[in-house]
């Protein structure tokens, strides 16, 4: 088992572009999660879905911030345009019926200047 | 959702028991408690959950008394690579299907072990 795999790892981008973070979950789990940290707020759920539908995206930050699971193996969360407060480490989290706990992956550290 | 309240840092050496407490004076009936770990540029990972007594694993041991409204993390003769930050979690299991629940992690215990 690969674990929940994040791309990419690192990103740095310029303000005002788009940038787009991916995430597999584990095969098999029906919740995914997409979580923000930061120094000042810790670490923050911003969306969760479950069997690839949004059940709430009360932590999402903006508009400019969008996530879409348009299958069980794949989501995406899209930042249009990005700001330089935006920068963060991003996670992606998933769980399955019956596990204690939640499977992070190794997050991806976004940079934006 | 029961709020949980730990110490912001804490510092042990090696081969001591390291013991975090966690307070959550809300927790529901139907709430486990959950404790993560996560070392600097991981995500975090489960490490523990229980519901009442004691829990034991590989790992940690987690206390939890009678009353639930508060639980102890502990770690045998911890070694610098426990630095970490340890996050108490408490809620249900599995959130329902089309409910709200919101795993929330707060900002946790820093643990450095020091040689």
């Known amino acids: 088992d690969a674990g929940v795999i994040q791309s990419p790892r690192h990103e740095v981008t310029e303000m005002g572009q788009e940038v787009t973070l991916r995430c597999k979950p584990i095969?098999?789990?029906?919740?995914l999660f997409w979580y923000r940290q930061t120094m000042m707020r810790g670490l923050e759920l911003l969306i969760y879905?479950?069997?690839?539908?949004?059940?709430?995206d009360s932590g999402m930050p903006e508009d400019r911030f969008s996530a879409k699971m348009p299958n069980a193996s794949f989501s995406t969360l899209k930042i249009q345009p990005s700001e330089p407060r935006d920068s963060a480490v991003y996670f992606c989290?998933?769980?399955?019926?019956?596990?204690?706990?939640?499977?992070f992956g190794s997050g991806t550290r976004l940079t934006v200047v | 959702l029961a709020k949980t309240t730990q110490p912001i840092s804490m510092d042990s050496y090696e081969g001591q028991e390291v013991n975090i407490t966690c307070s959550h004076n809300?927790?529901?009936?139907?709430?486990?408690i959950t404790w993560y770990q996560q070392f600097p540029s991981q995500g975090p990972r489960f490490i523990i959950q229980g519901y009442k007594t004691k829990v034991t694993n590989e790992v940690a041991s987690l206390f939890i008394p009678a009353d639930r409204k508060s639980s102890t993390l502990s770690l045998p003769r911890v070694s610098l690579s426990d630095t970490a930050v340890y996050y108490c979690?408490?809620?249900?299991?599995?959130?329902?299907?089309?409910?709200?629940?919101?795993?929330?992690f707060g900002r946790g215990t820093s643990l450095i072990v020091h040689p």
């Open positions: 879905f479950n069997n690839n539908v949004p059940i709430d």
């Open positions: 095969s098999g789990h029906d919740y």
């Open positions: 989290a998933s769980s399955q019926p019956g596990q204690y706990g939640y499977t």
């Open positions: 979690l408490v809620g249900e299991v599995r959130a329902p299907s089309g409910g709200s629940y919101i795993p929330t």
């Open positions: 809300n927790i529901a009936t139907n709430d486990y």
